[in-house]
């Protein structure tokens, strides 16, 4: 059995869908900060049958819960202090998203005016629709 020693101060991301892990690490740019991070892909899940794990020994004001809930609204956030649990935080969808994702509308102003910021709205909270606040172009992932 894998034995990834418990943090101290930091989050633990659980129940993200498995394979996902990597994505997750570059959206929330984990590679910039000087902390402690563990990647646990396909760990064994009762609810899911395999799922991801990350876990990170840093202060949760650096974490984007927004991109997170973007890119899976159902992952858990366990909020850890001197070892232990202390609070769980539940993802919803962002209202707004702001340079995550890029317009793929050729005639977009975020195309032409190249520092203006991607920006996208929640359309469709129900189907989880986006689409780009210059031209309401809809959002369609590559794959979800």
């Known amino acids: 059995m894998l034995n990834v020693g418990k943090i101290e101060e930091g989050f633990v991301l659980d129940h993200i869908k498995a394979g996902k892990s990597l994505d997750i690490y570059d959206h929330l740019q984990l590679d910039k900060l000087d902390c ?10 009762e609810k899911m049958g ?4 990350l876990k990170v020994e ?10 997170l809930a973007f890119i899976d609204h159902n992952i858990t956030v366990n909020v850890i202090k001197s070892g ?3 609070a769980k935080r539940e ?3 962002p209202k707004q998203i702001k340079n995550v994702i890029k317009c793929r ?8 005016e190249q520092e203006l910021p991607h920006v996208f709205i929640l359309a ?3 189907r989880e629709i986006y689409r780009c606040k210059y031209c309401e172009e809809k959002y369609t992932p590559t794959t979800k």
């Open 105 to 112: 509308n050729p005639r977009c102003i975020t195309s032409i």
């Open 58 to 67: 840093c202060d949760l004001d650096l974490l984007d819960l927004d991109v």
């Open 84 to 86: 232990e649990i202390v």
């Open 124 to 126: 469709d909270e129900e």
């Open 91 to 93: 993802l919803t969808l």
């Open 50 to 53: 395999k799922k991801d794990i």
């Open 36 to 45: 402690t991070v563990a990647i646990i892909k396909n760990a064994r899940s």
